[in-house]
């Protein structure tokens, strides 16, 4: 069983940043991370991933080139760093955990076992 919680959403202004962070508790912190966000009325869609190193990473089109996944495994975390945003970005951001991939970096919901509360985040023009 994994526990996960996420923390760092909030309301800003476009153009501006955030951090996201994910603490994981129950299991050894050697899985793939991932985040997914869902705005009002839209399927939830992947944001990024990280293996279980740091290693590899993915993201969406959309976002490369202004969030950063990171992490730090002797704090069971992951964060999502959010630069240069913009009103589209404005969604519940969701961390979830594959505890079946170390390596890859997997972008499907289905392949994910565990899922946060989810942080809103709001980005106002």
């Known amino acids: 069983q994994v526990q996960l919680v996420e923390t760092g959403g909030g309301l800003v202004q476009a153009g501006g940043s955030l951090r996201l962070s994910c603490a994981a508790s129950?299991?050894?912190?050697?899985?793939?991370m991932g985040w997914f966000r869902q705005a009002p009325g839209k399927e939830r869609e992947f944001v990024s991933a990280?293996?279980?190193?740091?290693?590899?990473?993915s993201y969406l089109d959309s976002v490369k080139g202004r969030f950063t996944i990171s992490r730090d495994n002797a704090k069971n975390t992951v964060y999502l760093q959010m630069n240069s945003l913009k009103p589209e970005d404005t969604a519940v951001y969701y961390c979830?955990?594959?505890?079946?991939?170390?390596?890859?970096?997997?972008?499907?919901?289905?392949?994910?076992?565990?899922w946060g509360q989810g942080t809103q985040v709001t980005v106002s023009s």
């Open positions: 979830a955990a594959d505890m079946t991939t170390s390596w890859g970096t997997p972008r499907e919901k289905y392949e994910y076992d565990y």
């Open positions: 129950g299991r050894m912190f050697r899985y793939a």
């Open positions: 990280i293996s279980w190193n740091g290693g590899s990473t």
